[in-house]
């Protein structure tokens, strides 16, 4: 009999990978993925810590499923299985099952290979007593085995732009961050396995590949033969060679960790797209001390430049935080004129969230609602100004833009620029999948729109007889 699962999602990229790969653990044992979670055999919530907001919303979705179990109930339908995964899970672990008695089954990042076994530990649990507290099923360790050695090799297609998590964790402990609790220590795959998967995604349909890490240029992953590792440039330029594979891109990387390496490689391969998400934090150096981000503003700035003079049209997107405890109107100051000096064509930027357990959690000197929020704005307002000043010198462009899913209106596709811009066209949708040339005729501030500068299928099918209008665009 089939079953449903579904997965929802917050956070970051890594996130979306591994709930692609909850599924692939998932299909063997007869889960097909189900839509939304009214009908749904299992419900998984891939969660996020990062934030206190990110946490909170976990929170009120179980609330929502509670009910939702309840009315099932009451209807006479069947039970569904509530689990918990992700960073939450990972920094929260037994607190929740305790908070939220209605969870079955809490697991960390590290763990959701053995969802098969937590599965069916979670069915003799509630084959015991359905109603007595604490019989939720809890695994966040930091196992031996790795995952990846473990996940099926068989992959379900990501579609024309495909995640591949390459490296996990993070060893550099930013003092306002719990990645390094919820994720545990840098770990890189081997590349020999990398390149197996991007093959295998590129096999499945994938145009574009993303590697990902928490610290992806930190990657020091064993080189395919020999005792030597490879570093990430090297890795990409053997990533460019597989044939069907048009798109490399990497995320998210440190300043401090863009070796030689792939400065090179950004000057040297047409696939690594030129668009880079280079978080700086703050433009403070007194402030980027206190975060331990372990470089000063102007070495971001020296990066940048390098980065420019290696692929001069290169677009730059950052993190950035305000309200950081002690920050001053002055620090602040600083992060706005570097801001205007870099130049960003994207960029998110957050208020200070003291975290549990983390160094700056515990800093006496916080920084008051409303002037993160003042702050907040301010560096918003910027940072949108740059943004749709880089989207209007896209106007008139003609540039390549794959196309990956149905845009909002009918007989539209969305798709993206080389500088990660969302492209709406108005195209076929059996071109989904294709890289074409789009002139850019209109710019907002969070997307473009753009006609077809080049029809090769048109040309094809007209010679082939096939009907006109299946492909004008
Ligand atoms: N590894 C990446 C970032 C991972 S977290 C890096 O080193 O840049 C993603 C972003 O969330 C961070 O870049 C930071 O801007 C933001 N962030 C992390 N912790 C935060 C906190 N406690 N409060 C507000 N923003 C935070
Ligand atoms: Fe967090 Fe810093 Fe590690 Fe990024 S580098 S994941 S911000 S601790
Ligand atoms: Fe959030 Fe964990 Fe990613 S805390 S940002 S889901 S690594």
């Known amino acids: ?41 299992l419900v998984i919530l891939n969660t996020c810590h990062i934030r206190e907001k990110a946490a909170e919303k976990v929170y009120s979705e179980l609330g929502r499923l509670r009910d939702l179990r309840e009315s099932r109930a009451r209807a006479g339908a069947p039970d569904m299985t509530i689990a918990v995964a992700g960073c939450v899970a990972q920094a929260e672990g037994d607190v929740m099952l305790r908070r939220a008695p209605q969870v079955d089954l809490v697991f960390g990042p590290q763990t959701y290979h053995r969802l098969p076994e937590l599965l069916a530990k979670v069915r003799r649990a509630r084959s015991g007593s359905r109603t007595a507290p604490g019989r939720g099923v809890l695994d ?50 081997p590349a020999g396995a990398v390149i197996a998967e991007a093959e295998g995604l590129a096999a499945a349909g994938a145009r574009e590949i993303t590697l990902l890490g928490q610290n992806v ?27 069907g594979l048009d798109r490399l891109r990497y995320t998210t990387s440190h300043p401090r960790d863009m070796d030689d390496e792939l400065l090179e490689a950004h000057g040297e391969l047409d696939k690594l797209m030129p668009y880079l998400h280079l978080p700086v934090q703050s433009g403070s150096d007194g402030i980027l001390a206190a975060m331990n981000r372990r470089h000063g503003a102007d070495d971001y700035r020296r990066v940048v430049e390098r980065l420019r003079r290696a692929r001069p049209d290169i677009a730059l997107s950052s993190d950035f935080i305000v309200g950081f405890p002690g920050e001053t109107d002055r620090d602040f100051a600083e992060t706005l004129r570097l801001v205007t000096d870099i130049g960003y064509a994207q960029a998110y930027s957050f208020k200070y969230s003291a975290r549990p357990g983390t160094p700056a959690g515990a800093l006496e000197a916080q920084i008051p609602e409303a002037v993160k929020a003042e702050r907040l704005a301010s560096l918003q307002s910027l940072l949108d100004a740059q943004q749709e000043g880089f989207n209007q010198s896209s106007v008139g462009q003609a540039m390549p833009v794959l196309l990956e899913r149905p845009g909002r209106k009918a007989g539209q596709l969305l798709g993206r620029s080389p500088y990660m811009q969302a492209v709406h066209v108005a195209a076929p949708a059996h071109y989904r999948g294709r890289i074409v040339k789009v002139r850019i005729a209109a710019a907002g501030p969070k997307s473009l729109s753009g006609v077809l500068a080049e029809k090769p299928a048109v040309a094809r099918r007209w010679a082939s007889g096939a009907a006109a209008a299946e492909v004008a665009p």
Not at 8 to 30: E, F, H, W
Not at 176 to 182: A, G, I, L, N, S
């Open 217 to 243: 240029n930190a990657y020091r992953g064993d080189a395919p033969a020999g005792s030597r590792t490879w570093g990430l440039g090297r890795l990409i330029r053997r990533l460019a060679e597989i044939p």
């Open 140 to 189: 966040i360790e930091f196992p031996m085995e790795s995952k990846f050695d473990l996940l099926p090799e068989t992959m379900t297609g990501q579609g024309p732009s495909a995640f591949l998590s390459i490296q996990e964790g993070c060893d550099k402990f930013c003092t306002f961050c719990v990645v390094p609790y919820t994720r545990g220590a840098e770990f890189s795959r």
């Open 1 to 41: 009999m089939t079953k449903t699962v579904y997965i929802k999602t917050y956070g970051c990229q890594m996130n979306v990978y591994d709930s692609a790969r909850m599924a692939d653990v998932l299909a063997p044992l007869g889960y097909a993925p189900a839509e939304d979670p009214e009908g749904a055999d």
